[in-house]
């Protein structure tokens, strides 16, 4: 089993925190951080001065919005990051929310498994250093080829329903999860494999994000809790809550009550269906219940309201059992 951390991005923390989590993760042995991109760094300028700020860690940058990012953009990214730092960074594309794409950046999101696809397939094309020739329904590249060397890098695709994960199966090296249930997984991993079978491939590994707290306090709940509530009206991922147990919370979330009287109705428990948190032996147990629902690669997404930079928590599982 791998572990990997994730820079936070938490909104209610400052944003110049990250770096820090990146330096200590770096300090730590962990030998992969995940560079996401939300309201703050931009994912390659961010991963840049990591890579310049720190000695061994490896670099993923994403899951890159494909609706936002076109394939020639992401291309010259990484390797301008590879160029920079010499480090050369993996890659992961998905698809973001609909607040990201249409409300932030006005552009429409809209069958993101396609588009995920044919955007995979132009960027092992360019990232592989050869000039680009491909028109696809959502994605077109044709006549760049990268100036600066090619890295071949590998692609990650975060997937969740039927549809990207068969574009995983298809495209990527390893397919992402994001806070999921064990049982979820499971049931996820059996997709793809049964994909990547009939796609005549080898099954990409699975890594998922899991929210950490080890000996959370009250502040540092409330902080997974602030950033999971969104999520329970999803479609899809209200349902896999249902079956975790929290039907009533998810059809509260559904009428749409105010942000905080939901935060106020969502019980503790949620996060530990979702995450990892709790005392060392709890977490422990936790990870062997992803690692038997078939979870290659933990990636940790610390906490850091009443844990310093999560480092209690980056600390204690940098060594897990």
Known sequence: MKFSVVTPLWQDRPAAENLEIAKLADSLGFTELWIGEMATFDAFAFATAVGLQTRQIGLTIGPLSVSVRTPMTIAMGAASVADLTGRRPNIALGASSVVVVEEWHGRERARTATHIDESAQILRTLLDGTKADFEGE????????????????????????????RAAARRADRMLLNMVTPSSLAGLRAQLQQAAEKAGRTTPALAVWLPCAVDPQRETIDQLKRAIVGYLAAPGYGEMMMEAGFTDLVKYARSRPHPKELLAATPDELIAAIGLTGNEAAIDARIAEYKAAGADEICLVPATAGDELGQHSLRTLSSPV
Do not use: N, Q, W
């Open 138 to 165: 959502l994605a077109t590249c044709k006549g760049y080829r990268l100036r600066l060397d090619s890295i071949g890098t590998p692609l990650t695709i975060a997937a969740f329903g039927p549809a990207a994960v």
